[in-house]
């Protein structure tokens, strides 16, 4: 792989404070982070005190505190809220999307961080753009219908296809257009795309296929025997677990297809019957062991809401790959030469269930440096859940190989990833290398988590840092910051994890 590297700015001002007053943390004076281009991408300190009723309507206010920053001249009819949240210190983080015209500009949202009035800091991505329309010429339904042309695909989709009017940045631009999500399962290239639709010249903008292509498996596949909690139904039992969540996680069998889903049955709750129970019986176990490890974190399934988890399991025939589609996991069989059975790997259903979580947090854009870190948070909470070693995939990579994996925490050169900024990869490929240059934040997990010894507090600053601190559109200075800024709120800015994770960070390069 030829490899062009490029530097970036050590941002040492991040010393300097963190946005939550906690345990031994002291309020300092205004600060703006930059990131390697020079655009501001947090502001922090002691910024001052509005006044409103409620966290959006002082969410509202505290943006005028740091337009000057950011580059706007008032908030008002420049950001529309779109969620708030109160951390565990009871701080306030609103999110808060651009908007021209009323339509939300994609991946420009704002989080202000404050408590009781005090804003603590503003974290985002604000750009000064000129509309090149007002009205779509193009529908809601002709827009998805070029969208679904533009793929190719024919078939049957997974599920109705969306479409959402928004403005989409192009240089100083902001072009009128639908963001429209198409699904289907296909076994050649199962795909979740989200497309980006002119609307009006109808012209396709952009395309991504935001299923993860990390492949990642009673009985498991390894042959090991778990308990598991099922659902007895008209005298048998099925993979349902409603003992977590009402709305249950439950697991279907493809059968080597590719569009039905079947229930698992077994009439003795001893589900070591045949062999193809076993994928189902590790898809739901550790199903359920990702679903604890959240809700330890505070969270209610992937997305805080107690949605169902499903997972799908024997897809397609030989197929080398696992991933969340958005809506469900899905496995396949491996081809026994590069995988076996991919549920069988605990912190592959991680490493996927946590785009799940991704998704309905921080919603990293999969491209470029923020789909490198939606990659990178995969790896890490997958690493915390199974925590065995610092390997992903090993086992179910390569059953012929001992020893061997997908990736490495610990040393992603060994797998051929940059560990630092010095070798970060340039490239077009993979969405602008998101499964390589994931290599740097990785390494600056493994960084934190073993200089503190403890990968469970390392989880939890990774989480909370996507929750309340990162945005769509955030980059590696951005992520830095947010981690920074999460221990903080957990721990204290004086605190020795925070030391610790500023050395992680800079120790890569960021």
């Known amino acids: 792989m030829n490899k062009k590297l490029i530097t970036t700015l ?15 943390a002291a309020a300092t004076d205004k600060v703006a982070l930059k990131d390697e281009t020079g655009k501001v991408h947090t502001v922090q300190g002691k910024l001052g005190k509005v006044a409103g009723a409620t966290a959006e309507e002082r969410a ?12 706007f001249a008032k908030a008002a009819g420049n950001f529309k809220v779109k969620a708030s949240h109160n951390d565990e210190n009871g701080l306030a983080h609103t999110k808060l999307d651009q908007v021209i015209n009323g339509i939300k500009v994609m991946d420009h949202q704002m989080i202000v961080h404050e408590l009781k009035g005090d804003v603590q800091g503003v974290t985002g991505d604000f750009a000064a753009l000129t509309p090149n329309a007002t009205k779509a010429d193009l529908n809601g339904v002709q827009a998805t219908d070029k969208a679904i ?6 078939g049957q989709l997974s599920r109705p296809a969306t479409s959402e009017l928004t403005y989409v940045a192009q240089g100083n631009k902001a072009v009128l257009a639908y963001k429209v999500n198409v699904a289907y399962n296909d076994a050649v290239e ?5 497309i980006v639709v002119d609307a009006v010249s109808g012209n396709i903008i952009s395309s991504i296929n935001t299923i993860d292509h990390v492949a990642g498996t009673g009985v498991g596949v390894l042959g090991d025997t778990k308990t598991i909690q099922t659902t007895l139904v008209s005298g048998s039992y099925q993979l349902k677990d409603t003992s977590r969540i009402p709305a249950g996680i439950i697991t279907y069998d493809m059968k080597n297809g590719t569009t039905s889903g079947y229930n698992y049955t077994d009439t003795d709750n001893v589900w070591n019957n045949t062999t193809a129970q076993r994928a189902g019986v590790d898809a739901h176990f550790y199903a359920g062991v ?4 959240y809700k330890g974190l505070g969270r209610n399934s992937y997305n805080n809401a107690g949605s169902a988890i499903y997972s799908y399991t024997h897809y397609s025939s030989g197929y080398n790959n696992a991933y969340w589609d958005g809506a469900e996991m899905v496995y396949g069989d491996g081809d026994g030469v590069t995988f076996r059975s991919l549920s069988g790997g605990k912190d592959v259903v991680a490493h996927e269930l946590t785009h799940a979580v991704t998704e309905t947090t921080s919603a990293l854009v999969y491209s470029n440096q923020s789909g490198a870190l939606n990659e990178s948070w995969s790896d890490a909470q997958a690493s915390v859940v199974d925590s065995d070693d610092w390997l992903i995939g090993e086992d179910v990579y390569t059953p012929n190989t ?22 970060y990869v340039n490239t077009t490929s993979d969405n602008g290398g998101v499964h390589t240059n994931s290599g740097i ?3 600056a997990f493994y960084n934190f988590a073993t200089a503190i010894g403890s990968r469970t507090i390392a989880g939890k600053v990774w989480y909370t840092a996507s929750r309340d601190y990162m945005t769509s559109s955030t980059n590696f200075a951005g992520a830095r910051a947010a981690t920074l800024s ?11 994890y925070y030391t610790a994770l500023q050395t992680a960070w800079s120790n890569v390069g960021i």
Request: no cysteine; hydrophobic share 45%; net charge negative.
């Open 402 to 423: 001992a020893g061997d994996a997908l990736r490495s925490m610990s040393n992603p050169a060994a797998y051929g990833q940059p560990a630092t900024m010095s070798a």
């Open 290 to 293: 990702v679903y604890d490890y």
């Open 10 to 24: 050590v941002m040492s001002s991040l010393v300097a404070s963190a946005f939550a007053v906690s345990a031994g």
């Open 60 to 71: 509202i206010n505290a943006l005028d505190l740091v337009g000057k920053d950011f580059g």
């Open 190 to 194: 199962p795909a979740n795309w989200q």
């Open 486 to 496: 999460a221990v903080a709120a957990l721990y204290g800015s004086t605190s020795s």
């Open 149 to 154: 042309a533009s793929t190719g695909f024919t």
């Open 441 to 443: 934040p990785n390494k």
